[in-house]
């Protein structure tokens, strides 16, 4: 685990802010643990081959977007060769290198870190490949005059923003004003959601003097190490040095919540805010055991594919901005906890394991 200072600069040039998904669930399918290469074909109708570059499966969120892409590339005939780096970013630099070899015709890549994984533009740039990447950015934006077409992610900043003020809120409702110490789990250092979500966040925290980061530390976007670091803060900060907890996806806090209960430390339960919409996010918010949960699809496929057919059609790109790229259920208020009710409901009716807005 990771521990750093808090406050980072956003995360320059995002061209697409994430809209739609499908729902259902779906498991990964090849690339194993060690991140080794696996190749599948669908179809014999001379369909374009598609490279995707994950950056890891450490998490269900990231077991269902690989899924999601895969198969609705696969399903509409494309060729996919896929690789995952174990969320190693020199290892998926040279991963690429690898895919790009084999001369696909277009090359899609979620990164691990966004400066660390910028070289992967130039090296598409070398190749002649178009690139998409996906999620998390690279430390330079796309060009229409480069091979890097297009950037598909959420607004991290603003969804940072959403984030912040929802502990506003929480605060002022527990201390009767905007006052109170927070602890973050943050992950992962250096992603670009980190990076501008710390940011979105830090600015609406700049106009509350009386709301102070006590420590931040990475939890890796997991559940484990995020119960690791809430079971370190509750030892080192006894009962009434902690307000709040921010958890930047759902796995960590889920993790902080059990560190919480199974510490008998009552007075956090309700005082997490996070982001995913994982099903069992939502479920503590509608139970009240979670303040906020913002929304996260990692349904992309759907997102993607028009990209990918559009790029290889050789026709030009356009960018969206949607009013509502995501959705965040509140249990501050008891109408907050009923929507999230409705949606675990909804959700769990359908198998799914995330929300798909």
Same mark, same amino acid.
């Given at each position: 685990m990771r521990s750093r200072k808090f &406050?980072?600069?956003l995360v320059s040039a995002v061209a697409l802010l994430l809209v739609g998904a499908c729902s259902g669930t779906t498991e990964a399918q090849g690339g194993d643990a060690s991140g080794a290469d696996s190749a599948t074909s669908s179809g014999s109708d001379g369909k374009a081959v598609v490279a995707f570059s994950q950056e890891g499966l450490e998490n269900d969120w990231r077991l269902e977007n690989t899924a999601s892409i895969r198969e609705t590339l696969e399903n509409a005939g494309y060729t996919v060769l896929y690789q995952q780096a174990d969320e190693d970013q020199a290892r998926q630099v040279e991963q690429v290198q690898n895919l790009l070899q084999q001369?696909?015709?277009?090359?899609?890549? !979620?990164? =691990? !870190? @966004? !400066? =660390?994984a910028t070289p992967i533009a130039a090296l598409a740039e070398d190749a002649g490949v178009p690139l998409i990447v996906a999620d998390r950015a690279l430390g330079v934006g796309p060009d229409s005059a480069t091979q890097y077409k297009v950037l598909i992610t959420q607004n991290w900043e603003q969804m940072g923003t959403k984030l912040g003020e929802a502990a506003v809120q929480l605060l002022t409702k527990v201390n009767g004003s905007p006052k109170g110490?927070?602890? !973050?789990? *943050?992950? *992962?250092?250096?992603?670009?959601? @980190?990076? =501008?979500?710390?940011? &979105?966040f830090a600015d609406v925290l700049a106009q509350y003097p009386d709301i102070k980061i006590l420590d931040a530390q990475d939890g890796e976007n997991k559940r484990a190490p995020g119960r690791q670091i809430m079971e370190d803060y509750l030892t080192r900060y006894p009962a009434g040095q902690i307000d709040m907890v921010w958890a930047q996806n759902d796995e960590m806090g889920i993790g902080a919540l059990a560190a919480i209960q199974d510490a008998g430390r009552d007075e956090l339960v309700g005082r997490i805010i996070s982001k995913d919409g994982q099903v069992e996010a939502i479920q503590q918010v509608a139970e009240g055991n979670f303040a906020t949960v913002c929304t996260n699809t990692p349904y992309f496929g759907p997102i993607i594919l028009p990209y990918v057919e559009k790029i290889l059609a050789g026709e030009s790109l356009e960018t969206a901005t949607p009013d509502k790229p995501f959705t965040c259920f509140e249990s501050i208020t008891d109408a907050g906890q009923k929507e999230a009710k409705a949606q675990y409901d909804e959700l769990t009716a359908a198998s799914a394991k995330f929300a798909n807005r």
């Open positions: &406050g980072a600069t001369k696909p015709d277009i090359l899609v890549v !979620e990164p =691990a !870190e @966004q !400066e =660390a110490s927070i602890v !973050e789990l *943050v992950g *992962v250092l250096g992603s670009a959601p @980190q990076v =501008a979500m710390d940011k &979105g």
